[in-house]
């Protein structure tokens, strides 16, 4: 009982918390702008499209990049790509060094500008956290659980669904998180290339040079990397609480 | 252990796809859509204030970096987009500039900005940069963006070589005795050729210059000016009106903006010198062939053919 309060109050008193004063900013900002020329972007449409856009780009690069990166993590954990796997950990890692910016403008040149480039840049830049946790995850399972799954006769499927997974779960959901954040943060950029976005605040109060736009779109920003890390976060939870359940 | 929860995460995965295909039905990329920068889709002096004097709105506005709208214009990815009127890139890329027939978009020329300290240390400096400013009007300017956008050479190169053909510098400069001084510019290519230009007459004239063109924008520029980090760097009266002095309504005429905004900078600790008889305003430009079939030349046209429903090329 007192567990299920808990819950209910860590599942939805952030999050209130966090839509109450977004939409407090934006009433805020919007009867407040502080000027005409921060006034023309301050405008209840504009914020609800660039704040649609930067949702629809995070999260359709984070769908990608969990379907992608898990599997492709996993696969790299088995015995016959094992050597494959620790080649790629390195060039993931490597990877991760290249400035998202230079990653939106490399695939400007090829796919030109708009939502899809963004997508695609976004996906190859937030799979690295998912696909390296995820095989950091399977790879530091101690290997005499395994064995003793294995030697009870546990089919190489089964002990990866049951054993090796949950197991790694902690790990492959933090992954995930990093890269939620990282996405929200790095969507601001793709403003550059035209794909809208919170970041169109951000970069027009910049060359402006109008304060209440940058604070406005980064505050924003921030409150949705909050947002969606605390959401993920719960579904850890949920599924921790399952596996304590069963042990 | 994933049985009992196996419904929650279809919720939660359904959550999100509904969301998805919801957020994707606003995404509209046809009609006259209007590329263009940041600054301009906010500034009195941009969009907002064009659409209400000519009437008009685009069917959709895609705010993007500056400098990618000429090549989306050229691509075909748009039908119309913005730019400067002294970029070398319009010509090159056959696109066409539409006559600003109602005379709305302010006035951009360009002057040297010193700090006010610095010019108190060295007055020459006013002298030396004073003697360029004469020599730049649009063509030339039109033409220096081109032999760096289109021609690929470098803008010190460029720049060298325009100071030479004046006879405003030496083949080889003498040993500097003063400074050190700062020059900065933006990162666009009319900024990179002006930086260089101050560069190289000053160390003609013996002095120890810092060179940090291509700072990046405008704010950049100016807070680095302001902070003391450079000493030096070309603006546009019009950015600086709007943008730096923080006035709400564009000045049209280029003396009278020069006057007001040399006299409040100077509050700023910063002098203007002399300007440019170019205005790197803004334009508004079409694929000439778009143009010449639909019979656009200036924007009260294409105001007409959006509001009588010609459908977009």
């Known amino acids: 009982m007192r567990t299920l309060q808990r819950n209910w109050i860590s599942w939805f008193l952030l999050p209130l918390i966090l839509v109450g004063m977004a939409l407090a900013l934006i009433v805020y900002v919007v009867n407040n702008p502080g000027g005409a020329t921060a006034g023309r972007a301050l405008t209840y449409p504009n914020i609800t499209l660039y704040f649609r856009q930067h949702m629809m780009m995070v999260l359709a690069a984070l769908c990608l990049s969990i379907v992608v990166g898990i599997p492709a993590g996993i696969m790299l954990t088995r015995p016959r790509l094992r050597t494959l796997g620790r080649v790629v950990e390195n060039v993931v890692n490597v990877g991760q060094t290249v400035p998202s910016l230079a990653i939106l403008a490399l695939f400007f040149v090829y796919l030109g500008w708009g939502f899809n480039t963004a997508v695609f840049a976004l996906w190859l830049y937030s799979i690295l956290p998912i696909l390296r946790n995820t095989y950091a995850g399977l790879t530091s399972i101690q290997g005499n659980i395994l064995e003793a799954a294995r030697g009870m006769g546990i089919s190489p499927f089964r002990v990866l669904y049951r054993i090796e997974l949950p197991l ?27 794909a809208g976005g919170l970041g169109d605040l951000i970069a ?27 959401v993920i976060g719960q579904v850890e939870a949920a599924l921790l609480s399952q596996t304590e359940r069963r042990l | 252990m994933f049985g009992q929860i196996k419904w929650k995460l279809g919720l939660l995965l359904a959550a999100v796809m509904i969301t998805g295909i919801f957020m994707a039905g606003c995404a509209s990329d046809d009609g006259w859509v209007f590329a263009t920068d940041h600054e301009y889709s906010v500034r009195p002096d941009g969009y907002p204030g064009l659409a209400e004097l000519y009437g008009f709105e685009f069917d959709d506005v895609v705010i993007m970096d500056l400098g990618i709208t000429y090549a989306a214009l050229r691509d075909g990815e748009v039908p119309l987009a913005m730019g400067f009127a002294t970029d070398g890139r319009i010509a090159a890329f056959d696109l066409v500039n539409l006559v600003d027939d109602m ?4 006035v951009y020329n360009c002057s040297p900005n010193v700090l006010a300290s610095t010019l108190d240390d060295y007055p020459e400096i006013e002298g030396i940069l004073n003697q360029v400013v004469p020599l730049l009007d649009a063509e030339t300017m039109q033409s220096l963006n081109a032999t760096v956008d289109i021609d690929e050479k470098e803008p010190a190169d460029v720049a060298r070589d325009f100071l030479l053909e004046h006879g405003l510098i030496g083949e080889t400069p003498p040993a500097a005795d003063k400074g050190p001084v700062g020059v900065g510019s933006k990162e666009f290519t009319e900024q990179l050729l002006l930086g260089q230009m101050a560069v190289m007459l000053l160390e003609d004239n013996g002095f120890n210059v810092v060179d940090n063109t291509g700072l990046g924008g405008t704010a950049l520029a100016r807070e680095a000016l302001e902070n003391g980090e450079i000493d030096i760097y070309w603006e546009y009266t019009g950015t600086a009106w709007m943008a730096h002095l923080g006035h709400e309504e564009p000045l049209t005429d280029p003396a009278e903006c020069y006057q007001k905004v040399k006299e409040e900078d100077l509050a700023n600790g910063i002098v203007w010198l002399d300007y440019t008889e170019f205005d790197n305003t803004y334009t508004i430009m079409m694929r000439r062939a778009d143009a010449e079939e639909l019979g656009i030349v200036t924007i009260s046209d294409l105001a007409d053919a959006i509001n009588e429903g010609v459908p977009a090329p």
């Open chain 1, 168 to 194: 790694a779960m902690p790990v492959i959901i933090a992954g995930i998180r990093t890269s939620v954040v990282i996405l929200v943060g790095t969507a601001t950029l793709a403003t550059f290339i035209g």
């Open chain 1, 204 to 230: 027009t109060g910049i060359s402006v040079r109008r304060d209440i736009l940058v604070l406005t779109g980064a505050a924003l920003s921030a409150i949705l990397a909050i947002f969606l890390d605390h």
């Open chain 2, 103 to 106: 005379q709305f978009h302010p």
